[in-house]
Every structure is written in C-alpha cells, then in structure tokens.
C-alpha cells in the first residue's frame, strides 16, 4: 500500500505510487493509462507545492485558479478543523446549519444587490447545470416552454456536464465531439479580443440582430464576464458584456454571468460584471470560492427568478445535491470571504499585473508567439501552434514554477499572496517558454 502519510518519499515508493497512477487513475482530459507520469506531489505550504523528491515549484495555476491564498493557511485550516469537531456533513433536505446560513448571508452582502437568493451546488460544472435550470424552469413556469434555448458567444467554457457542455464553444472547445447528443443552442460569434480595445459597431449590429432573430425561443444568455476562461484565456471590453445585459433586457431574457474563474478579485475588480457595472439575473460562483480547500459552487439569483420559478407547476427548484452546502465547505468558505476582504487584495492582484505586464513586455517578438496579455491577477502567452505540454513544463520546472498549458495557451493565474519576488519567478518562466516557441 502506499503511505497516506506522505513526505518526502523513496525513489522506490514513489515508483510504486506512479505505477499504480498510470495504470488505473484517469487524470482530466488524459488517457488511460496514462502517456505521461504525473508529478507527484506530498505537500502544499505558501504558493508552493512539494514533490516526493523534495523539489519545490511555485505553484502559476493556483490550482486551477482556486487557491488565491495558497496553501495550508492557518486560518482556513482553523476554519476546517473547527467545523470537523462540530459536524462535517448533514444533508440539506428538510435541515439546515449555521455555516450555510452564514456563508448565504455573505453572498448575498457582497455580490450585487439584486442577488438575494442562494443556491449551494458541488462543484463550478452542477452551478451552471442550476443556473441553466433555473432560466428553463422559469420561463416554463410562466407558461413559456419554447423559451428553452441559451444565447451565448464561441469561445466560451462553462463546465463538463451535458448542459454545461452545450454552451460551450461548440467548434473550438472541448466537447465538440459531443454535439450530436447536446442541446442546440445560439453562438454568436466571439467578441473581439481585448479589454480596452474600442467597441466593434459591426459585431454589436450582428449580435443585436442573432438575438432578435431567435429571441421567442431564449431563455436567457450567458457568458463569463470579460475573460473567457478555458476557452481560450480571451479578455474582451466591457462595452460587449453591457451590450448582452441591454439585449437581455429588450427580448424579457435572462442574463446568466458564469463568475467561476472571474470572482473573488481574478481580473482586478471583485466581480467581472462590476468591469461594466452589470448585474446579472443569475450568477454562478466556485473555484476559489472555498479558497482552493474543498469543493463547492453558488448560484444566486433575483427574487423574480426564484418567485417566478416556485409559482409554476412543480413548485420547486428540481435539483438536490447529496453534499449540497456541505459545513465544511461552507465553513471554509466564509473563512476564505473574510481572509479576501480583510486584505487589500486589490493591491495584490495590481501587483501581480504590473509585475507580468513588464516581464512580459517583448515576449510577444518571439516567432512563435501570437500574442500577450495580462488583466488582474492573470497572464496568457497565446502561440501560434499548439505547444508540447511536457516541453514547455519542463522549461517552467527548470525555473521553479508549475505550469499547464492547454491548446495554444502558456497562462498562469497565480495566488494572490505571491511575493513580487515569486511573480517574477513565474514571469521569467513564461518569458523563457515564449522564447522557445
């Protein structure tokens, strides 16, 4: 058996350990068994993780964009421990328990102020599966059924999950093998790239014109507010973002913002949609909702979408997580809001940009590079080909950092509390895979 206790380890047991992982643990969007070993990792402390060897990287990706604290901060860790001698799980249906109710209280605080209702699922992928029930069930409840398509734009990722999938860029994304068995929904083209760029006129006539063309079969539209994640790290201007609350508003739809990569002060402000002073119908949160410990999502919406949702034929939201507002998730949660808030984490994440945007500045020369961009507290190296994702982490480890490019796409999205020391560490790491390419 391998050590649950692990620390550093032998040459031997780690063998041992990646063996078995290769041959019988899928990793995402990996193969079985698995082409590549994966690192493996014993301990997390700061921004940085520890391998078996005793190698330690700084950790670029805050694991996947959850740990904006890094790792084994005391105070969540307190949080944690706290709740785990009280109760660590009780189901949701017909009970509730402080830390849900807390945690509920805080969303509803900071996030815009139509946002009063709360929704705990768990995980990002079951938030925006709720968010796009939610907008369905509304419209059937008011005696609407045909309104049952999305409207959105290519380039988007919401999630793995069949509805999420569906919304998801259907051409360029990650599940276009999938379309077949999906839901058809209305893709717009994507919205130019970049954040200060000057409005396309032409590109808001035609995305003006898709959604009047289609707008007695739309439920609602969505997006991720400014920065398109996973489909392809693009950041776009916040005139596009007010344009589809403005499109929303004119057709009665609603306007659905996925905030699960873009919340909690990701692109420098504390909400993407605050970029455009826009407030959304319904909103999705997760990833660093819990500060990277335990898996958990929100979805919150207005009073008009839940009363319009309770007064039709079921009477109720149909869905129901087992963990759903799992305490110490919830706990953790609360702990991680009030860590956020109580630091000037806008001053954090204008460091971290100001450190990347001068580091970086030239990577774009490079002949293999297509572009360079950084907002708030993330940078992107776009290349012109899809780059080899073993390469370009051992070029990255080579400078003491984690990496995991995807695509074309060399991107870190690092904790907040990184020292200026730490982002050069990250920057230097990306300029030096760009310069590869």
Not at 202 to 223: K, V
Not at 280 to 288: E, F, N, Q, S, V
Not at 425 to 435: K, N, P, R, S, V
Request: one cysteine or more.
């Amino acid at each position: 058996m391998i050590p649950l206790q692990l620390g550093r380890m032998s040459p031997r047991e780690t063998e041992r350990m990646l063996e078995f992982d290769r041959e019988h643990i899928w990793h995402p969007y990996a193969p079985m068994p698995a082409a590549v070993s994966a690192l493996p990792v014993v301990s997390a402390s700061g921004v940085r993780l520890t391998l078996a060897d005793g190698t330690e990287l700084i950790d670029g990706m805050s694991s996947w964009w959850a740990a904006v604290h890094g790792y084994n901060h005391p105070k969540l860790n307190a949080a944690v421990t706290g709740q785990l001698g009280k109760m660590a799980h009780v189901m949701f249906g017909g009970l509730t328990h402080p830390p849900a109710v807390r945690l509920a209280e805080r969303l509803v605080e900071i996030t815009p102020e139509p946002l009063t209702k709360v929704f705990f699922a768990d995980s990002g992928s079951v938030g925006v599966e709720v968010a796009i029930k939610m907008a369905l069930q509304f419209w059937r409840s008011q005696g609407r059924p045909e309104r049952r398509r999305l409207l959105t734009v290519r380039g988007g990722y919401h999630g793995d999950t069949f509805g999420d999938m569906a919304v998801c860029d259907p051409v360029n994304g990650m599940h276009h093998m999938f379309t077949d068995v999906l839901a058809q929904h209305v893709f717009a083209p994507p919205p130019p790239l970049g954040y200060s760029a000057d409005p396309d006129e032409a590109y808001l006539g035609g995305l003006a014109e898709l959604a009047a063309e289609h707008a007695g079969e739309l439920a609602a539209i969505i997006a991720e507010p400014i920065v398109q994640g996973a489909g392809g790290m693009r950041f776009y201007a916040p005139e596009y973002l007010q344009a589809l609350r403005d499109i929303a508003d004119e057709h009665g739809l609603l306007l659905i913002l996925d905030e699960i990569a873009t919340g909690f002060g990701r692109t420098g402000e504390l909400w993407g949609c605050d970029h455009a002073e826009v407030v959304p119908d319904i909103m999705c949160l997760g990833k660093a909702l819990t500060g990277g410990y335990m898996t958990m999502a929100a979805t919150l919406c207005t009073d008009r979408v839940a009363d319009g949702i309770t007064s039709g034929e079921a009477g109720v939201l149909m869905h129901g997580p087992t963990y759903m507002a799992n305490p110490l998730a919830a706990a953790v949660a609360s702990a991680s809001i009030d860590l956020l808030l109580s630091r000037d984490w806008r001053d954090e994440v204008d460091a971290i940009e100001a450190v990347l945007t001068s580091e970086l500045d030239g990577a774009a020369d490079f002949p293999g590079v297509a572009d360079v961009r950084v907002l708030g507290a993330i940078g992107v190296v776009e290349a012109r080909e899809p780059v080899d994702v073993q390469s370009v982490q051992e070029i990255a480890m080579a400078h003491g950092v984690w990496l995991r490019p995807f695509g074309k796409l060399v991107y870190t999205m690092p904790p907040y509390v990184c020292t200026e020391d730490e982002v050069h560490h990250i920057a230097a790491a990306l300029q030096a895979i760009a310069e590869s390419l």
